[in-house]
């Protein structure tokens, strides 16, 4: 049963429940856990989302994320191997297509890594942006209510665009 694209109102609860998983987490993963990262919308503050809580994790190797594969299958998440992604290992909590945690692991201060911070980051400090792709969002969810990859495809060209400001503005 795929689940409907919707976009909620930004809760706090987000971020409690990122920190209560982050916990979690940094139990299972100990110091292989270089850093872990609340990223993707439910991220910034006044920002709508699907109500899934994407969370990155910083490795030395990506090798290493193989022997967390049974330990976060037993808290429910989902290995999920992506050939297009090499550079990421992702799991998925909850049914597929209609997850409630996103869990990426990206080699530690990779391109991946950054951009993802950089984004998090640029909306964080820019509302006019943050309102802009909120919009875009809702604009989105309403054109692709029933194709989840379409929805996210037709992001991709503003989140590029952020992360582009984002690399001029620490650049300058």
Known sequence: MEKHVVIEDYTPDWVRRFQEEKNILKGIMSEKAIAIEHIGSTSVEGL????????????????????????LEKIGYEFVFHKEFSNRRFFRKGKWRAGTHHLHFYKYESDEWSNNILFRDFLRANSEELIRYHQLKKELAEKYHNDRVAYTKAKEPFIQYIIQKAKEKANK
């Open 48 to 71: 709508g989302a699907k109500p899934i809580l994407d969370i990155m994790v910083g490795v030395n190797h990506l090798i290493e994320v193989d022997e967390f594969i049974e330990p």
